[in-house]
T-cell receptor
Framework: SAVISQKPSRDICQRGTSLTIQCQVDSQVTMMFWYRQQPGQSLTLIATANQGSEATYESGFVIDKFPISRPNLTFSTLTVSNMSPEDSSIYLC?????????????FGPGTRLTVT | GNSVTQMEGPVTLSEEAFLTINCTYTATGYPSLFWYVQYPGEGLQLLLKATKADDKGSNKGFEATYRKETTSFHLEKGSVQVSDSAVYFCATITQGGSEKLVFGKGMKLTVNP
């Protein structure tokens, strides 16, 4: 299994500022992801965080707005840049572990962001 | 691409009531299907999964059967408890071998004593 922690758990930020969210996994994982969960909506994949290289972004998400780092196999950060109220969401870190038929995906508790 | 559609809530039940949460999928082939649960203040947890047609996933008294005839993966529990209050997400895997999860909109369940 894998236990994922995120910091901060919540924050209230002013528009135009940036927030960096940290994600720490308690063991080495093969893949790490960042999701967004807007109020009353499902989870949307923002990007796959690649260790030692640029993240792979999903359609509708760009690096300038959501820069991501993954310096090693257990840690990643997501920055929400130049925030607007539309960025108010829960941001979840996720990690995939295992191989073949025993792959499991785990999720962090989320970071609840409110932009005023 | 592959997708899931699940019934939306919120739903409120009394303790010991029967629960069904509907989920149907649209997919090329037969991708794995999942139910995730998100308890208040916590991250998503895998509740159960099925990797091929006719498989039944089960955990904590919940069950779901992968039915290709009806393209469904409905979640059921015979007797819910207050501790089952949570948001439930149906999910599948995207096409193309990237193995990324695609989620339904989630359904909030509240169980009253």
């Amino acid at each position: 299994s894998a236990v994922i922690s995120q910091k901060p758990s919540r924050d209230i930020c002013q528009r135009g500022t940036s927030l960096t969210i940290q994600c720490q996994v308690d063991s080495q994982v093969t893949m790490m992801f960042w999701y967004r969960q807007q109020p009353g909506q499902s989870l949307t994949l923002i990007a796959t965080a690649n260790q030692g290289s640029e993240a792979t972004y999903e359609s509708g998400f760009v690096i300038d707005k959501f820069p991501i780092s993954r310096p090693n196999l257990t840690f990643s950060t997501l920055t929400v840049s130049n925030m607007s109220p539309e960025d108010s969401s829960i941001y979840l870190c996720s990690a995939k572990k295992g191989t073949g038929g025993r792959v499991e995906q785990y999720f962090g508790p989320g970071t609840r962001l409110t932009v005023t | 691409g592959n997708s899931v559609t699940q019934m939306e809530g919120p739903v409120t039940l009394s303790e010991e009531a029967f629960l069904t949460i509907n989920c149907t999928y649209t997919a090329t082939g037969y991708p794995s299907l999942f139910w995730y649960v998100q308890y208040p203040g916590e991250g998503l947890q895998l509740l159960l999964k099925a990797t091929k047609a006719d498989d039944k996933g089960s955990n904590k008294g919940f069950e779901a059967t992968y039915r290709k005839e009806t393209t469904s993966f409905h979640l059921e529990k015979g007797s819910v408890q207050v501790s089952d209050s949570a948001v439930y997400f149906c999910a599948t895997i995207t096409q193309g071998g990237s193995e990324k999860l695609v989620f339904g909109k989630g359904m909030k369940l509240t169980v009253n004593p």
